[in-house]
């Protein structure tokens, strides 16, 4: 089955600089990776996704990259806010439908 | 439009006791999840419905957790007995089940403590 991991575990910037969290994956017939936001206590929250047909999406401040090659991953935060602290995780499936593998997830702490 | 909602938000119980937990998905939804998510861990399926029928049931532990989706809408998640390891937050997530429109969107847990 599929196995992904994520890095790093946890995460502290400065407000206003950038994260970056990084993330593998073992199974080629996945296509599909979403990005998570878990604030304490709430529910996780799509962020952004990509699918395997593009290298690179991004949505104002987040941007996520994919190698499928590589088998690798990536979410990058610019110009992190104080209200980016939260644990981020990421996924992947064959579908967006389909069973879904999380990582296990990156504490992420702005400083301001 | 209304998210998935999940009762109760809450429960402590003692172990050996049953507990069941109940998922509205989002209205449209023909997919329905329920995932297991442990303290500091990401959250891992537990079961996959398209409407009525569970097409991934390969993660449930059946000899105490039990579900059911029987009008293909509302979701009901048994666990009997249960244990200590049980103590979790279980996640219900919908989706529309459209290709290209098949994101999954979580409710808010029902967070369970066994005792």
């Known amino acids: 089955g599929e196995n992904v991991e994520q890095h790093p575990s946890t995460l502290s910037v400065q407000e206003g600089d950038s994260a970056v969290i990084k993330c593998t994956y073992s199974d080629s017939a996945s296509n599909y990776f979403p990005w998570y936001k878990q604030e304490l206590g709430k529910r996780p929250q799509l962020i952004i996704d990509?699918?395997?047909?593009?290298g690179e999406k991004k949505d104002q401040r987040i941007a996520v990259t994919l190698n499928k090659t590589a088998k690798h991953f990536s979410l990058h935060i610019t110009e992190t806010q104080p209200e980016d602290s939260a644990v981020y995780f990421c996924a992947a499936g064959e579908a967006a439908g389909n069973k879904l593998t999380f990582g296990g997830g990156t504490r992420v702490l702005v400083k301001p | 439009e209304a998210g998935v909602v999940q009762s109760p938000r809450y429960k402590i119980i003692e172990k050996k006791q049953p507990v069941a937990f109940w998922c509205n998905p989002i209205?449209?939804?023909?997919?329905l999840y329920w995932y297991r998510q442990n303290l500091g861990q990401g959250p891992e399926l537990l079961i996959r419905y398209e409407n009525e029928e569970a097409v991934d049931d390969s993660q449930l532990p059946k000899d105490r957790f039990s579900a059911e989706r029987l009008k293909g809408v509302d979701s009901t998640l048994k666990i009997q007995p249960a244990e200590l390891g049980d103590s979790a937050v279980y996640l219900c997530?919908?989706?529309?089940?459209?290709?290209?429109?098949?994101?999954?969107?979580f409710g808010p847990g029902t967070r369970l403590t066994v005792t």
């Open positions: 209205s449209g939804h023909n997919t």
């Open positions: 990509i699918r395997s047909n593009v």
């Open positions: 997530a919908s989706s529309l089940g459209v290709v290209g429109r098949d994101e999954q969107y």
